[in-house]
C-alpha cells in the first residue's frame, strides 16, 4: 500500500502523541468511565499504605490518573507506569511526587531487580505481549504475597465484536478499486484538471478534458461505494466521519487535497494496525485456560477470573491471582 512499515510501538507513539487519554479514543474522552472506572478505584482505595504499585503497559498513564484521585500520596503509595511507546506526557502528570513513567519499555523484560512491588497491575495492556515472558517477568518482580490484576480483552465482549466491525469496514476501505481507491483517482483527476486550466494550448485542452472525463467517472463509482460501506457498515461508517472529510476534501478551502487525502489514509492505516493488534491481542477460552497455567507455574495462586459487565454485555475479563 506504499505506508512506511512501522513496528506496533510506533503505531502506540503516532496515536498517544495526538494526546488520547485512554486507548478508546473518541469513547471515553476525558479518561476511562463506568465499570472500568468502578473496579480500578475500589482497586486503589484498596491498596496497602506505603506500597509499590507498577502498571504494565501504561499508555497515557489512564489507570494512574484514576489512582491519583484516592489520596495515594498521603498514603504513601508510589506507582510506576511502563509501556514500550514513546509517550510525551507534556502535561506534567509524569514529574508528580509517586509518580514515575518509563517508557520505551517491552514488558516481556522488565529492567527491575527481583520482588520490589506490592502489585503489578494492567488494563488492556498484557495481552498485547508474549504472555509466556510477561507473566514470567510481572511475578519475577512481585513480592511474595504481592497481588496482581489485569482487565484483559476476550474474544466474546461487546468491544471486540464492535472493532471487528470496524476493522472489516476499514479492511474493506483499502481493498483495491474501493472507496480509497476511487477517491484518489478522484483527487488526481481535480487536480490534473486544476493544473490544465486554464486551457492555453492544444494540450491543455486535451489533458483538461480527459481529466473532466476521469472526475466524472470516479465520482459515479466513489458514489456507488459509499453507498455500499453505508450499507453495510452502518454505525462504524458513521462515526468514521468519512462523509465529514470527503466534504471538507472537496471544498475549495482546501487547498492542499493530496497532503490532505494523505494524511487521512495514513490516519485511517495507523488505526486499522491498532485495531488488528487489540483484536489478536483479546483472549480466547483457550487462551484464557493458557493464561491461567502460566499464572500458577510461576507462583501465582488465589486465581480468580470474573467478567467484566456493564449494561451493554460483557466488555471484558478480570483476572487476579496473589504471589506465592
Ligand atoms: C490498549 S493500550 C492500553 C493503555 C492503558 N493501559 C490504558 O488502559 O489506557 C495498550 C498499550 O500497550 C502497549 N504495549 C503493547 N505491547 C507492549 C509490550 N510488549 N511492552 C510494553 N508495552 C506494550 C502499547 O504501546 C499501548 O500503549
Given at each position: 500500500m506504499g505506508y512506511i512499515n512501522k513496528n506496533d510501538s510506533e503505531y502506540w507513539n503516532d496515536y498517544w502523541s495526538q494526546g488520547h487519554k485512554t486507548s478508546f479514543g473518541g469513547t471515553f474522552i476525558n479518561g476511562y468511565e463506568g465499570i472500568i472506572k468502578n473496579i480500578w478505584e475500589d482497586y486503589f482505595d484498596s491498596l496497602r499504605d506505603n506500597s509499590q504499585v507498577l502498571d504494565l503497559c501504561t499508555g497515557n498513564a489512564s489507570l494512574l490518573r484514576l489512582a491519583q484521585n484516592s489520596q495515594h500520596r498521603i498514603r504513601g503509595i508510589s506507582f510506576t507506569g511502563v509501556d514500550y511507546a514513546q509517550i510525551?506526557?507534556?502535561?506534567?502528570?509524569?514529574?508528580?511526587?509517586?509518580i514515575n513513567l518509563i517508557f520505551g519499555i517491552n514488558i516481556e523484560k522488565l529492567p527491575f531487580e527481583n520482588k520490589i512491588f506490592n502489585y503489578v497491575i494492567s488494563n488492556f495492556g498484557i495481552e498485547y505481549s508474549d504472555l509466556s515472558q510477561s507473566v514470567a517477568e510481572a511475578s519475577r518482580v512481585l513480592l511474595s504475597g504481592g497481588e496482581l490484576q489485569f482487565v484483559c480483552h476476550c474474544h466474546d465482549s461487546i468491544l471486540i465484536k464492535s472493532n471487528r466491525h470496524e476493522l472489516e469496514m476499514l479492511i474493506q476501505m483499502f481493498c483495491p478499486s474501493d472507496v480509497l481507491d476511487n477517491l484518489t483517482e478522484l483527487i488526481d483527476a481535480l487536480t490534473d484538471r486544476e493544473v490544465n486550466n486554464p486551457q492555453k494550448s492544444a494540450e491543455q485542452i486535451m489533458k483538461f478534458q480527459e481529466a473532466c472525463k476521469i472526475a466524472e467517472r470516479v465520482r459515479l463509482e466513489l458514489n456507488e461505494s459509499i453507498t455500499y460501506m453505508a450499507d453495510t457498515f452502518k454505525k462504524p461508517f458513521q462515526e468514521s466521519d468519512f462523509i465529514g472529510f470527503l466534504r471538507y476534501l472537496l471544498n475549495s478551502q482546501c487547498e492542499d487535497k493530496q497532503q490532505a487525502l494523505s494524511l487521512f489514509k495514513a490516519d485511517l492505516h495507523s488505526h486499522k494496525a491498532r485495531l488488528t493488534a487489540m483484536i489478536n491481542s483479546a483472549l480466547t477460552k483457550e487462551q484464557l485456560a493458557t493464561l491461567k497455567n502460566l499464572l500458577k507455574k510461576n507462583q501465582l495462586s488465589k486465581l480468580s477470573v470474573n467478567d467484566v459487565v456493564n449494561e451493554d454485555g460483557k466488555i471484558a475479563c478480570r483476572i487476579s491471582a496473589v504471589k506465592e
Amino acid at each position: 500500500m506504499g505506508y512506511i512499515n512501522k513496528n506496533d510501538s510506533e503505531y502506540w507513539n503516532d496515536y498517544w502523541s495526538q494526546g488520547h487519554k485512554t486507548s478508546f479514543g473518541g469513547t471515553f474522552i476525558n479518561g476511562y468511565e463506568g465499570i472500568i472506572k468502578n473496579i480500578w478505584e475500589d482497586y486503589f482505595d484498596s491498596l496497602r499504605d506505603n506500597s509499590q504499585v507498577l502498571d504494565l503497559c501504561t499508555g497515557n498513564a489512564s489507570l494512574l490518573r484514576l489512582a491519583q484521585n484516592s489520596q495515594h500520596r498521603i498514603r504513601g503509595i508510589s506507582f510506576t507506569g511502563v509501556d514500550y511507546a514513546q509517550i510525551d506526557t507534556t502535561d506534567g502528570f509524569g514529574g508528580q511526587a509517586g509518580i514515575n513513567l518509563i517508557f520505551g519499555i517491552n514488558i516481556e523484560k522488565l529492567p527491575f531487580e527481583n520482588k520490589i512491588f506490592n502489585y503489578v497491575i494492567s488494563n488492556f495492556g498484557i495481552e498485547y505481549s508474549d504472555l509466556s515472558q510477561s507473566v514470567a517477568e510481572a511475578s519475577r518482580v512481585l513480592l511474595s504475597g504481592g497481588e496482581l490484576q489485569f482487565v484483559c480483552h476476550c474474544h466474546d465482549s461487546i468491544l471486540i465484536k464492535s472493532n471487528r466491525h470496524e476493522l472489516e469496514m476499514l479492511i474493506q476501505m483499502f481493498c483495491p478499486s474501493d472507496v480509497l481507491d476511487n477517491l484518489t483517482e478522484l483527487i488526481d483527476a481535480l487536480t490534473d484538471r486544476e493544473v490544465n486550466n486554464p486551457q492555453k494550448s492544444a494540450e491543455q485542452i486535451m489533458k483538461f478534458q480527459e481529466a473532466c472525463k476521469i472526475a466524472e467517472r470516479v465520482r459515479l463509482e466513489l458514489n456507488e461505494s459509499i453507498t455500499y460501506m453505508a450499507d453495510t457498515f452502518k454505525k462504524p461508517f458513521q462515526e468514521s466521519d468519512f462523509i465529514g472529510f470527503l466534504r471538507y476534501l472537496l471544498n475549495s478551502q482546501c487547498e492542499d487535497k493530496q497532503q490532505a487525502l494523505s494524511l487521512f489514509k495514513a490516519d485511517l492505516h495507523s488505526h486499522k494496525a491498532r485495531l488488528t493488534a487489540m483484536i489478536n491481542s483479546a483472549l480466547t477460552k483457550e487462551q484464557l485456560a493458557t493464561l491461567k497455567n502460566l499464572l500458577k507455574k510461576n507462583q501465582l495462586s488465589k486465581l480468580s477470573v470474573n467478567d467484566v459487565v456493564n449494561e451493554d454485555g460483557k466488555i471484558a475479563c478480570r483476572i487476579s491471582a496473589v504471589k506465592e
